[in-house]
């Protein structure tokens, strides 16, 4: 079972620091692309683990959109939404 974030906070305090789609470690291979609330591209990983932890020139805080494609055996399933970064401790 997949849970899709809502936030995360990545300002370096060691707590959901990360883009993390808990349970996608099942799915290996899986990829995301993260775009800005203009439509750009501000992330692509086509072997995602996990491990985004954007730095405040990569994203400021706001709001993002993603595509989750969670490699499944048969067929991938897609994933879109969005969630909000924010960086206050």
């Known amino acids: 079972v997949l849970v899709i974030p809502n936030v995360f906070t990545p300002n370096g305090d060691g707590y959901n620091d990360y883009l ?3 349970g996608l470690e099942y799915y290996p291979g899986s990829s995301v692309i993260v775009y800005n609330r203009w439509g750009a591209k501000v992330f692509e990983d086509d072997n995602y683990k996990n491990n985004w932890s954007p730095t ?6 706001g709001t ?3 595509i989750l494609t969670v490699a ?5 399933e897609l994933f879109q939404g969005h969630f909000t970064l ?3 401790k």
């Not at 405040?56 to 805080?61: K, P, V």
């Not at 499944?72 to 991938?76: D, E, H, T, Y």
């Open 56 to 61: 405040l020139d990569e994203a400021s805080e």
């Open 64 to 66: 993002y959109y993603y």
């Open 72 to 76: 499944k055996a048969g067929s991938p």
């Open 86 to 88: 924010l960086r206050k």
């Open 20 to 22: 993390e789609f808990s």
